[in-house]
């Protein structure tokens, strides 16, 4: 009886995982679809502010239609500024970056990566033989 219990306990928690996650995703393309909805009143409320702005001597068609070209005349401006910043940012990284590679390619790290040989270099062996006068004259 007890393990006929807990079978039907386990059965229900795996039904009641497989319709949670329907929800989620549900939910997630729903709070797109708001931001979409939002977006789009946002703009007609700005468009019809506009609009209102307009002399009544035009007439409110030709008034909306022409707001609307201003706005998005705008708004595309703003947004092509933006991205020629950023491009023109992440070029100056890449080309700084670059730069200070190829200057700096004779200071790298020498060797294997991290394996452990002998030093052959004079500029390790006048260091090594420093640190150990160092050493002594602390002992």
């Known amino acids: 009886m007890q393990s006929l219990v807990s079978a039907l306990q386990i059965n229900k928690r795996q039904r009641t995982r497989r319709y949670r996650s329907v929800p989620v995703v549900f939910a997630a393309q729903s709070n797109f679809l708001k931001v979409v909805q939002t977006v ?6 700005g468009i019809e502010a506009g ?3 307009v002399p ?7 008034a909306r239609v022409s707001v609307t070209v201003v706005a998005l005349a705008l708004s595309l401006f703003v947004l ?3 991205l020629s910043t950023v491009f023109f940012v992440l070029a100056m990284m890449g080309l700084v970056y670059f730069t200070f590679i190829a200057l700096n390619k004779d200071e790298g790290p020498k060797g294997g ?3 452990t040989s002998t030093p052959k270099e004079e500029g390790m062996e006048d260091s090594l033989e420093e640190a150990r006068r160092i050493m002594e004259k602390y002992k």
Request: hydrophobic letters at 25%; aromatic letters at 4%; proline letters at 5%.
């Open 80 to 82: 092509k500024s933006l």
């Open 113 to 115: 990566g991290g394996t």
């Open 40 to 45: 789009w009143k946002v703009g007609r409320d």
């Open 51 to 53: 609009t209102n702005l």
């Open 56 to 62: 009544d001597s035009v007439p409110r068609s030709i």
